[in-house]
């Protein structure tokens, strides 16, 4: 049985947990920008919805209208083994942050666990084998140690606080993706590429919130919101072209603006950089 908190005005909204604080029902706006920071395509879902969910879905339709990409940023809520799987096998850069481990302190944290691809299965710092077990229905390889010479360990208070001495480590059968991810991430291609982001999405979310007041929305239902999102990321990209035109100039042929646009967008739309991102909009 799973217990869930439903809205009574708008059931259609979801739940939006961000820490132990903030717990409201809202939507979330899944958006897709290019590098000069034009959104070419969005999806709103209820705010328990996360984000991974989503993101074949968007990256799909965004690479058919517009073109697959040489390289997609994401934030922490997109790193996942599957959507690294899907950009790896498309042949798309993946760019993807770093994401600080849940260990609790005091306790050695997963990368001193080395793992042998060759014996599947993880050395302890102490030098012990930890063996495959089973393979949970989420897709996790867990391996365990062996009690009897973990109860011995010098390192014990520091590996596990497991009342049968027993250390259990799990390892998703796509781990493999996210260790490449991990690799990419240290160079300096990866480096440059992710610092645009606060350029981009970012922008895209603080100028939708800020200026076109989308930090709360007053409507009701997934439709309605959904509409309200489109024709926001519609005049803030008119917005963009018209900044783009005065300083390119005015001329007076009537075509020029088509021609404009057009060339635009085959030049710098579609090519180099998309960068995903997620913004929750609080009903009220």
């Known amino acids: 049985m799973k217990e869930v908190k439903v809205s009574t005005?708008?059931?259609?909204s979801g739940l939006f947990v961000k820490g132990e604080k903030e717990r409201v029902f809202a939507y979330s706006v899944h958006t897709a920008c290019d590098r000069?920071?034009?959104v070419l395509g969005t999806k709103v879902t209820a705010g328990n919805v996360h984000d991974s969910t989503v993101f074949e879905e968007l990256f799909e339709q965004v690479c058919r209208d517009f073109g697959k990409p040489y390289a997609v940023a994401v934030d922490a809520g997109y790193k996942t083994p599957y959507i690294a799987k899907i950009l790896i096998d498309e042949q798309v850069r993946p760019i993807m942050p770093y994401t600080r481990p849940q260990t609790k302190d005091g306790f050695f944290r997963k990368h001193e666990y080395v793992?042998?691809?060759y014996y599947d299965c993880y050395l302890c710092p102490n030098n012990q084998i930890l063996t495959y077990e089973t393979t949970t229905k989420d897709g996790y390889r867990?391996?365990?140690?062996n009690p009897e010479i973990c109860r011995s360990c010098p390192f014990l208070h520091q590996c596990t606080a497991s009342k049968n001495h027993t250390k259990r480590i799990s390892r998703h059968i796509g781990a493999h993706y996210i260790e490449e991810v991990d690799h990419l991430r240290h160079t300096e291609e990866n480096k440059q590429i992710y610092a645009q982001r606060k350029e981009t999405i970012e922008r895209v979310f603080a100028d939708m919130k800020e200026k076109h007041g989308m930090r709360w929305t007053t409507l009701r239902g997934l439709k309605k919101v959904t509409m309200q999102a489109?024709?926001?990321?519609a005049a803030m990209n008119l917005k963009k072209l018209a900044t783009w035109l005065w300083k390119s100039g005015r001329p007076k042929d009537k075509n020029f603006?088509?021609?404009f646009i057009i060339n635009r967008s085959h030049n710098k739309l579609s090519m180099g950089l998309y960068a995903f991102g997620s913004l929750s909009s609080i009903c009220i």
Do not use: A, C, K, W
């Not at 489109?230 to 990321?233: I, P, Q, V, W």
């Open 230 to 233: 489109m024709l926001t990321f």
């Open 257 to 259: 603006l088509y021609q």
């Open 115 to 117: 793992y042998d691809e």
């Open 36 to 38: 000069n920071g034009f």
């Open 142 to 145: 867990i391996y365990r140690s």
């Open 9 to 12: 005005t708008d059931p259609e």
